[in-house]
């Protein structure tokens, strides 16, 4: 079964309305930034953002991952600790989690527990 343009829009539509929803109650520090996730068909993108000063302060891909053989899932799981180390180097610990209006489930709670592997908490 096919999905046709409109069908794919309102997916879009819905998933920013959720993430809306969700940044309402959602705020990064310089304390305890933000952990985003964004997910493509392709791969998974992790930030820590600083939203009062408006500033990426550590950011991780799966694009920048040698993920020959790995499935998505395992490659959200190393970008997940990837993040960890790299936030590690500035001494942030604790961070907020922002599921970016995906369901915490498959790639999104893949990159959640390894992130926590590295060490965040949230």
Known sequence: M???AHELKRRQKMRRRR?????RKIFGSPE???????????????QLIDDLAGRTLAAASSAE????????????EKVGEL???RAREKNIEKVVFDRGGY????RVKALA??????????
């Not at 926590?116 to 949230?122: L, N, S």
């Open 2 to 4: 096919t999905k046709t």
């Open 19 to 23: 993430h809306r929803r969700v940044r």
């Open 32 to 46: 305890r930034p933000r952990l985003s996730v964004f997910r493509s068909n392709r791969h998974i993108y992790a």
């Open 65 to 76: 991952l040698d993920a020959n053989g790995l499935s998505k899932t395992e490659q959200a």
């Open 83 to 85: 993040l960890a180390g």
């Open 103 to 106: 369901l915490y489930h498959g």
């Open 113 to 122: 527990e390894g992130a926590r592997k590295g060490g965040m908490q949230f």
